[in-house]
């Protein structure tokens, strides 16, 4: 995985220098990057040399004179240039493994590599954490980290992960303690392994390691229909056990699925901290319905205007609470349409894993100016579904109009429109 350019960033250094997609950085000052990591350490200079492989093949060497803390601009296919660090682990409820074939390619990768944790949230187990990237980590002092912990228990976690390496994880973690490397865990519940007594020696456990653990998620595990092994879901009676014994830890939150499983209401922006795992599906209901009440509404619109949210089955109650706010505005319809999961079975239920077929199945009949979509059913970067369809295609197949929310379900975007019919 080299140092490959896949775009650069208008009106920067590198552009400037008409670096484009397909040229390969290769070296800083004479030092070949292993990942963005290196990266950003070697540019911290104002006067650096760097040394591109254009796309024709030709080698070239460039002497730039910049800011101390200057960006060069450009944007990398990956955040790793060396090898990501496979996993190790083979857990009894892993994603990957309940995929059909056919999707995207980087849809099979099982990475576990700290550095992607570090660089872009990804979690990791520890299981494949080695001396030499635990040095790496203590003398940069990177951090934070996001753990997948699931369990303290050491013989249920080697029986969940099915690695022998899984029972260090106290080990490790108070490893991240002692050199004062803060990291975020996360507890993938699954009925019959890790809930009730089990969760609560594991947030026990996690309550000891002080000020260096910032928050603990709880998310309950995703089963599709391809999944060969039984594995039980989370049931209303299993989410509102999790939800009692997560309410006596402190900074420890249960995703929404838990509140929309057991009936209960979306709890206030206080029970979410800094919403330090939004990306989890913990508080992001209740950041779409707060920000929302921060907007200013037109109070009419001069051209009629329907427009219809595509969401996710899991988004719906928050979605609803949006659409009785926009109805007050005169000449404007509102309508939610959830879009269910064919695809992956009805247990799927959000908006990261919707398929182009299921969009289009679900919104044949709906008679709406804009049909309202989150980018997070978009491969970053791209139009296209998980499953290689685009979203041109799909307009081309529904003939209907598509507005793309770009910070996944930003509703100002969406207000931002209404304000264009006055």
Not at 193 to 209: G, P
Not at 298 to 322: H, W
Not at 343 to 369: F, P, Q
């Amino acid at each position: 995985m080299p140092a490959k350019i896949s775009g650069v960033i208008e009106d920067s250094i590198a552009q400037e220098l008409e670096l484009t997609e397909g040229d390969e950085l290769l070296s800083i000052d004479g030092v070949t990057p292993q990942d963005m990591i290196d990266y950003n350490y070697l540019c911290k200079n104002e006067l650096i040399t760097i040394e591109i492989k254009k796309i024709n093949g030709e080698i070239e060497e460039i002497e730039l004179e910049k800011d101390y803390d200057e960006d060069l601009g450009i944007i990398f296919e990956s955040a790793v240039f060396d090898r990501v660090k496979p996993c190790l682990n083979n857990c009894i409820f892993c994603f990957v493994a309940q995929q059909p074939k056919g999707l995207r390619d980087t849809l099979y990768i099982k990475d576990d590599d700290y550095r992607l944790s570090y660089l872009q949230g990804t979690y990791i187990t520890t299981t494949n954490l080695t001396e030499k990237d635990k040095e790496r980590i203590s003398r940069l002092h990177l951090g934070p980290f996001y753990i997948s912990v699931h369990t303290t228990n050491p013989d249920l976690r080697i029986q969940m992960l099915r690695n022998p390496n899984a029972g260090k994880i106290m080990d490790n973690l108070n490893w991240f303690k002692d050199n004062e490397i803060p990291f975020h865990a996360q507890i993938v519940l699954c009925p019959g392994y890790n809930d009730d007594a089990e969760l609560e020696r594991t947030l026990k456990d996690l309550s000891t390691l002080d000020d260096f653990l910032l928050s603990v998620a709880i998310v309950p595990v995703g089963i599709t229909q391809f999944r060969e092994q039984e594995l039980k879901t989370v049931d209303e009676n299993v989410a509102k056990r999790t939800i009692e014994i997560a309410s006596k830890y402190k900074k420890v939150c249960c995703s929404d699925e838990f509140f929309l499983l057991a009936g209960a209401d979306i709890p206030k922006a206080e029970y979410y901290g800094n919403f330090s795992q939004l990306d989890d599906g913990v508080g992001s209901l209740r950041t779409i319905m707060d920000d929302f009440d921060e907007l200013e509404l037109p109070k009419t619109l001069k051209t009629p205007l329907k427009i219809s949210f595509a969401c996710s089955v899991a988004a719906k109650s928050a979605f609803d609470y949006i659409a009785d706010g926009l109805k007050k505005v005169k000449n404007l319809e509102v309508s939610v349409n959830p879009v269910k999961s064919t695809y992956w079975g009805k247990n799927i239920t959000v908006a990261g894993l919707i398929t182009s077929e299921d969009l289009i199945n679900s919104i044949e009949n709906i008679n709406a100016d804009y049909i309202v979509v989150p980018s997070i059913m978009l491969k970053p970067y791209s139009d296209l579904f998980l499953d290689g369809c685009s979203m041109a295609e799909v307009e081309k197949k529904t003939k209907k109009k598509f507005f793309i929310c770009e910070n996944n379900y930003s509703i100002s975007e969406v207000v931002d429109l209404l304000w264009e019919y006055c």
